[in-house]
T-cell receptor, first 113, second 110 residues
Framework: GAGVSQTPSNKVTEKGKYVELRCDPISGHTALYWYRQSLGQGPEFLIYFQGTGAADDSGLPNDRFFAVRPEGSVSTLKIQRTERGDSAVYLC???????????FGQGTRLTVV | TQLLEQSPQFLSIQEGENLTVYCNSSSVFSSLQWYRQEPGEGPVLLVTVVTGGEVKKLKRLTFQFGDARKDSSLHITAAQPGDTGLYLCAFRRGNNDMRFGAGTRLTVKP
């Protein structure tokens, strides 16, 4: 596709369950970012990949959150033992390289009940 | 601690009015970016300002970067309902990730 694709678009899960959120970046983009956005707030940085490696994971709130990008393309954000406070829109963005324009996907709306 | 403070948080105006929203910080930035986000969508880049005192225009939108590169403003002339959305400012930390302010939620009523 032409843009950043995130799946699923919506996810409802029960408290305590495990979820995976997928991001397909624009082809050829080496940088990939994950953000979390709560209602009425700006995006909150979670983690940034340059290629396959996490260049900065300082925004991950705790060890229940983990992200991978094994082949330097698709990335998966994994949340263990979900809590109601994890409910938010999770946004993914990619850019051709560091410090170039980033393009965002439409996000995955996660609801933990 | 929010490095970027955006004001106002909410703004509701009538079609045709002018408005200005602000992005302020105590830090100096090499550049600032403005994004617009519509409901159910990701943010879309509007402009990047780099030089202190720089003014950039995008149709009815005028962006200014403060002389000291600590603040920026976005002015919209003759607002239209299509301008409705969340306006976000952001900075890049070196060659790394972007950090966002909380945004100004603008509603333009027809």
């Amino acid at each position: 596709g032409a843009g950043v694709s995130q799946t699923p678009s919506n996810k409802v899960t029960e408290k305590g369950k495990y979820v995976e959120l997928r991001c397909d970046p624009i082809s050829g983009h080496t940088a990939l970012y994950w953000y979390r956005q709560s209602l009425g707030q700006g995006p909150e940085f979670l983690i940034y990949f340059q290629g396959t490696g996490a260049a900065d994971d300082s925004g991950l709130p705790n060890d229940r959150f983990f992200a991978v990008r094994p082949e330097g393309s698709v990335s998966t954000l994994k949340i263990q033992r979900t809590e109601r406070g994890d409910s938010a829109v999770y946004l993914c963005a990619s850019s051709l390289q560091m410090n170039t324009e980033a393009f965002f996907g439409q996000g995955t709306r996660l609801t933990v009940v | 601690t929010q490095l970027l403070e955006q004001s106002p948080q909410f703004l509701s105006i009538q079609e045709g009015e002018n408005l200005t929203v602000y992005c302020n910080s105590s830090s100096v930035f090499s550049s600032l970016q403005w994004y617009r986000q519509e409901p159910g969508e990701g943010p879309v880049l509007l402009v990047t300002v780099v030089t202190g005192g720089e003014v950039k225009k995008l149709k009815r939108l005028t962006f200014q970067f403060g002389d000291a590169r600590k603040d920026s403003s976005l002015h919209i002339t003759a607002a239209q309902p299509g301008d409705t959305g969340l306006y976000l400012c952001a900075f890049r930390r070196g060659n790394n990730d972007m950090r966002f302010g909380a945004g100004t939620r603008l509603t333009v009523k027809p």
